[in-house]
């Protein structure tokens, strides 16, 4: 070989190692950008809360109060991001930091609740109509089947202001509620994950208890989409999933109504799922918590710590067997 | 092609192991930047231990997929992949266990014995784990020639099993919505079934594999 042809043989060599070189690091850097973008995908950021309506007139409870009713858990309150960004709400998304996406810019307005059933005045109640009723604010404890805890200022109305306009009659026995059914604003409704409408039910007497209130916000201002808006229950000393969110329907009657997690798993889920540290989940343990926040688990309360006030609901009652 | 000299020069088999190589890092690389963030949302440690093991069982479905595509697509370099993809299964499987062990239960490792009998789903991710561990161990040049090649390849058969109980593991632990794991189920399902067509019925008895039947 002479000096003559290697030399060009080498530019070649040369410019072909170049592009080579450049095909690579495209490469090399496409799919690392495919990659980022593929875990964001999956993995959503937390979203930034749009700002919520702010609610006037809620009445504060006193620490008086507080201890004997149990309306102001004295507990560091979970910030508003993690309440906001942590949700179980499977009519949009199944997972946690997913439902906040999912759920933004979820219509509420307008918004009517029907009460009725065994009661001598059904009625269908607009949303303003029972923002007229007087808000008042409670601190509860919120602790997740899954074995998570959060303790949120919620905004609301005893349920009990609400049955009594209605009037349940003699034969009603047990509440029946109901969460909105539209697959186009709530996505998932769409995919058989549950059998939908949710539903949710509790005893009269639950029901009735001055700690079971309908959530219309928390934080002072309304409910935002991902956390039941515009209207929930919240029963506190019941695992999370028994406070039924975006409630359309309430009917009063006679016998113990289907609720939607004891359909998908009977034996896992009871018709009472009071907060129960005694009895384990069929998978897992229930003796204790993680509070969002916090590095340490926490020892699971009895009826969540609302024992003194809800106990003698279900006095006599084999909490093993009504789980 | 012949070696150029003096010019540093990757191979193609190198080259792709270093894109491997640098996505596999990739998820783990944004989630200790999210971490350092504070960006992980509410609840850090059970994203931690889903992130984790998500790769786990994507790292092992991949490392079970090379036999059945290089066979499919008579790619025969692509075994050469495989050990950076299983060991990648078992990296993620390591932090999987450690976010448990760590964060979950706090480095009480009664508690993780309390845990692993009342929770089936728990022992059987224990078990899909330390069947990767031989596996890990064995993975280099010199374990395969000190076993010995015919050993070594009934030895890694338990990937199979791991891939299987890491799919298990992850629908066990499912509520409701059992659409992902019921995916990942199915494609380990997919390509063990193909090993098991392989054996009995083998391509040379095929009509569409052969251009022309011996028979």
Redesign the interface.
């Given at each position: 070989m002479s000096d003559k042809i290697k030399s060009t043989e080498i530019t070649d060599?040369q410019v072909y190692?170049n592009r080579r070189l450049f095909m690579?690091a495209a490469?090399?850097a496409g799919?690392?950008t495919a990659?980022?973008l593929l875990?964001?995908r999956l993995?959503p950021?937390?979203l930034k809360l749009a700002e919520g309506e702010k609610l006037d007139d809620v009445v504060k409870v006193t620490r008086e109060e507080a201890s004997k009713t149990g309306y102001l858990v004295d507990e560091p309150q979970?910030p508003l991001?993690?309440?906001t960004?942590?949700n179980n709400f499977?009519e949009f998304d199944?997972s946690?930091?997913g439902v906040a996406h999912a759920a933004k810019g979820f219509v509420t307005r307008p918004w009517a609740v029907s009460v009725e059933g065994l009661v001598n005045k059904p009625r269908v109640f607009d949303l303003d109509e029972l923002l007229q009723i007087r808000q008042e604010e409670r601190v509860y404890r919120l602790r997740c089947v899954?074995g998570?805890s959060m303790v949120i200022p919620w905004i609301g109305f005893p349920l009990h202001k609400l049955l009594e306009k209605v009037e349940p009659t003699s034969q009603a026995k047990y509440v029946a509620f109901q969460t909105l059914l539209d697959p186009n604003r709530m996505p998932n409704q769409k995919?058989g994950?549950?059998s939908w409408p949710y539903v949710e039910g509790l005893r009269l007497d639950e029901a009735m208890h001055p700690l079971t209130i309908m959530a219309t916000g928390m934080y002072g201002e309304t409910l935002p989409p991902q956390d039941g808006a515009p209207i929930r229950l919240v029963v506190p000393w019941k695992y999370g999933f028994k406070s039924i969110k975006s409630v359309v329907k309430i009917s009063l009657v006679a016998d113990e109504p289907p609720t939607t997690w004891n359909i998908?798993?009977p034996d896992e889920y009871g018709f009472y799922s009071n907060v129960n540290p005694n009895v384990?989940h069929p998978?897992?343990?229930q003796a204790d918590e993680?509070r969002?926040?916090e590095?340490?688990?926490r020892k699971t309360l009895m009826f969540n710590g609302y024992g003194e006030q809800v106990a003698k609901l279900y006095e006599g009652m084999d909490l093993a067997r009504n789980f | 092609m012949s070696a150029l000299p003096n010019t540093r020069r990757m191979t193609s088999l190198n080259f792709t192991k270093l894109v491997i190589f640098t996505n596999a890092l990739i998820p783990l690389a944004l989630l200790l930047w999210d971490v350092w963030r504070k960006n992980v949302g509410a609840n850090p440690l059970e994203f931690a231990t889903r992130t984790t093991g998500m790769l786990t069982l994507v790292f092992l479905t991949l490392t079970i997929a090379i036999t059945p595509f290089r066979k499919t697509f008579n790619i025969n370099s692509l075994v050469k992949l495989r050990r950076m993809l299983g060991l990648f299964a078992f990296f993620y499987g390591v932090l999987h266990l450690l976010t448990y062990i760590w964060f979950d239960r706090l480095f009480n490792f009664i508690s993780v014995g309390k845990d692993v009998a009342q929770r089936p789903f728990i022992l059987v991710g224990m078990i899909a784990f330390f069947l990767m561990v031989p596996l890990a161990i064995t993975s280099t040049n010199k374990m395969i020639k000190r076993l010995g090649g015919k050993r070594w390849a009934l030895l890694h058969r338990l990937v199979y099993f791991a891939a299987a109980a890491g799919a298990l593991h992850f629908w066990m632990l499912v509520k409701s919505d059992v659409r992902l794991p019921l995916t990942f189920a199915f494609v380990v399902g997919v390509l063990l079934a193909h090993r098991l067509l392989v054996k009995y019925f083998p391509p040379g008895s095929s009509q569409s594999t052969e251009l022309f039947p011996k028979d």
């Open positions: 060599k190692l690579r490469v090399l799919t690392a990659t980022t875990y964001r993995n950021q937390p979970t991001a993690s309440i960004n942590y499977y199944t946690k930091s899954e998570w995919f994950i549950l998908e798993g384990a998978r897992w343990s993680r969002i926040g590095y340490n688990r | -």
